[in-house]
Nanobody
Framework: QVRLLESGGGSVDSGGSLKLSCAAS????????MAWIRQAPGKGREEVAT???????TYADSVKDRFTISKDNAENTLYLQMDSLKSEDTATYFC??????????????WGKGTLVTISS
């Protein structure tokens, strides 16, 4: 059974940093595309970043040069380092995984999310 458990969310001032983690179990982490998707209050989901099984990454324009996605295949953990945080980054952040699809909103497996709140 695929399980994804996010952690690391919290409240931080604008300009600060946070690092999110997603502990994965029940599947071969290294063979999956994994992603971070966020949903701000009252808004739709937005794909933040993806990392494919070959290690290639993509980022939303809104977070490029501020966020870094990475994964540790040995630990089956996905990370999102978030720097220079802005109030508009406030959202619930979800971890997602899929064996065949590497597009955030279409991915099969999702965690329950972790809330990030940025104070301006």
């Amino acid at each position: 059974q695929v399980r994804l458990l996010e952690s690391g969310g919290g409240s931080v001032d604008s300009g600060g940093s946070l690092k999110l983690s997603c502990a994965a179990s029940g599947f071969a982490h290294s063979k999956y595309c994994m992603a971070w998707i966020r949903q701000a209050p009252g808004k739709g989901r937005e794909e933040v970043a993806t990392v494919a099984d070959d290690g290639s990454t993509t980022y939303a324009d809104s977070v490029k040069d501020r966020f870094t996605i990475s994964k540790d295949n040995a630990e089956n953990t996905l990370y999102l380092q978030m720097d220079s945080l802005k109030s508009e980054d406030t959202a619930t952040y979800f971890c997602a995984a899929d064996r065949w699809v590497c597009a955030g909103n279409s991915m099969r497996h999702w965690g329950k999310g972790t809330l990030v709140t940025i104070s301006s």
